[in-house]
């Protein structure tokens, strides 16, 4: 359903993006790629529904969820703990369980409270784990801004896997583009991943055209029909941006009929 407000999870549902998909597509053959864009112009559905329809092994964490309003960090046992709950999804779980768990058990039962830097080591093993057995995974970090809230240093780890841990591909959304890259610091020479190769992919909001199609499309399949001044109207008015046109559409035929109601009314005839 294209009004649906959740990100997208097919390529049977995304809308246009045909070019973005092939360029993220080629770039999961690059170590680190970031897909950055405005909010709600659609980062995280490109990056699951193309990585749902390639079949391939991959984790994805949405870092704002991890987040902590009181202390305004990312706690380093919030994103140890997040990434050994998603390995249960890949493929090759059963062959690495053995070895997982033996990292779990020797971090012990107070893991959380335990030093930064044992944490750090933990997450370590666990790419490590990862990249040995052998298949292509991509560890996806949606609005990976936030990881700069991390309690600890996560850019040492992110270019050792860089340098040594061919098996992965790093996939970095982020809105907030200026906060990502201070961040990494590809271009700082302070900064342990200085100098990296990225691939990047920018996501744009569709232009006028588009618009106007996507909400014909989604009122077509909600059997609503809807003047198509109010849409010329609506299109010019949300810019493009995937989540406005969406949020627009509404959830229910009811709430769009409202909302039309009231746009039309506005809309000079
Ligand atoms: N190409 C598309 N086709 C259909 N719907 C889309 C497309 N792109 C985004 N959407 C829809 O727009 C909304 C926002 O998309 P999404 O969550 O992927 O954006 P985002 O850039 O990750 O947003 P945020 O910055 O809030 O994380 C969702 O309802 C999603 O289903
Ligand atoms: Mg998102």
């Known amino acids: 359903m294209l009004f649906s407000t ?21 770039g999961l053959n690059e170590r680190l790629v970031l897909v950055l864009g405005i909010r709600r112009v659609g980062k995280s559905s490109l990056v699951l529904s193309v990585l749902n329809s390639l079949g391939i ?19 380093a046992g919030r994103i140890y703990n997040e990434l050994m709950s998603s390995l249960g999804m890949l493929s090759f779980w059963e062959r690495i369980k053995g070895v997982i768990n033996e ?14 830097s044992r944490i750090r080591d933990g997450i370590a093993r666990i790419l490590e784990t990862i990249n040995s057995a052998g ?17 600890i240093g996560l850019r040492p780890l992110l270019a050792y896997a860089y340098d040594y841990l061919r098996n992965i591909t790093f996939v970095l959304t982020g809105s907030e583009v200026g906060h990502l890259h201070d961040f990494l610091g ?76 009231r746009l039309r009314r506005s809309v000079p005839t």
Do not use: C, M
């Open 186 to 261: 590809l271009n700082d020479s302070s900064s342990e991943l200085y100098g990296r190769y990225y691939f990047i992919i920018e996501l744009r909001p569709f232009d006028r055209e588009r618009s106007i199609e996507f909400l014909r499309r989604g009122f077509r399949e909600l059997g609503i029909n809807v003047d198509d001044k109010v849409i010329e109207r609506a299109a010019d008015e949300l810019g493009g941006i995937a989540g406005w046109l969406v949020y627009f559409g509404g959830f229910t035929p009811r709430r769009v009929r409202t909302r039309l109601t």
């Open 135 to 151: 298949s292509h995974v991509v560890l996806a970090f949606d609005e990976a801004q936030y990881l700069r809230y991390s309690t």
């Open 103 to 116: 990292i779990d058990v020797s971090l012990g039962p107070i893991k959380f409270r335990l030093a930064a």
């Open 57 to 75: 092994d991959y984790v994805f964490i949405d870092v704002r969820k991890l987040y902590d309003n009181v202390s305004r960090k990312v706690p």
């Open 6 to 26: 959740e990100p997208k999870t097919s390529l049977d549902e995304l809308f246009d993006r045909e070019v973005e998909v092939e360029r993220f597509r080629s």
